[in-house]
């Protein structure tokens, strides 16, 4: 199994970033939306299946401790025509967890839908670039607009996946009195079979290469919960 490492020192100045500045990526999947959203049959077994799937904190290194606070999990946000009308997508098992270290976070949802077929229609329409330009666009800070320096599909390693793959955002903050920082975001999906994996990566002044080792984890786990 894959480790995940810290990997940044970002000081007392970093450490108060989030005591600062409140993030809120707009409009994730759980918000109300006038698209039509996928629909949600909830299966014990699906559950079981995603919960048995994400990241774990045996997965990380020292520091890191359960993340309680809302809107670190993996987002959709929504565009204009993205990602559109999902209607025809059915959702059977959904499990999240996330992590936190210091201004560090890692964080992923699992994803199991009722076919193979429901679940590459919901690739189809979600990952893809305007993923990554939805996330810059929609991305907005307490009282600060953000400077985005870069948005746009990376190069992930081996799997096992059927399909993987990821995305850096990289957004300069200038709070009002305060010493600027470069939020760094690193998306990845997964997919295997009938699942789908979202990971999500925030790093403060950092961009944590370590998004191929934590999607080989969880590819691992889905192709376990799909047989």
């Known amino acids: 199994m894959g480790s995940l ?22 409009l994730a ?8 959203q996928p629909l949600v049959e909830s299966s014990a077994a699906d559950n079981a299946r995603a919960t048995s799937s994400v990241i774990r904190f045996s997965d990380l290194v020292k520091g890191f ?13 929504h565009c204009e025509s993205y990602p559109g009308d999902r209607s025809d997508v059915t959702v059977t098992g959904a499990a999240s967890s996330s992590f936190r270290h210091a201004s560090n976070s890692i964080s992923s949802t699992a994803l199991f839908f009722k076919t193979w077929a429901d679940s590459d229609r919901y690739w189809q ?28 599909q990376i190069k992930i390693g081996p799997t096992g996946a059927d399909q993987a793959v990821a995305y850096h955002l990289i957004a300069r903050v200038s709070p009002a009195g305060k010493k600027p920082f470069d939020w760094t975001e690193t998306a990845a999906f997964v997919k295997v079979g009938r699942s789908i994996a979202m990971i999500r990566i925030i790093y403060i002044n950092h961009l944590c290469e370590c998004h191929t080792a934590i999607a080989g984890d969880l590819a691992r786990r889905l192709s376990d919960a799909n047989h």
């Not at 999947?29 to 039509?36: L, V």
């Not at 979600?126 to 746009?152: D, E, H, M, N, W």
């Open 65 to 77: 401790r359960v993340d309680t606070e809302p809107g670190r999990t993996p987002v959709i946000p």
């Open 5 to 26: 490492h810290a990997g940044s020192k970002i000081g007392g100045a970093g450490v108060a970033v989030l005591a600062l500045i409140v993030v809120q990526v707009a």
């Open 125 to 152: 329409k979600t990952v893809r670039l305007k993923y990554v330009q939805c996330l810059a666009a929609t991305l907005a800070f307490s009282g600060v607009k953000p400077r985005i320096t870069l948005a746009k």
């Open 29 to 36: 999947d759980t918000r109300p939306d006038p698209r039509k």
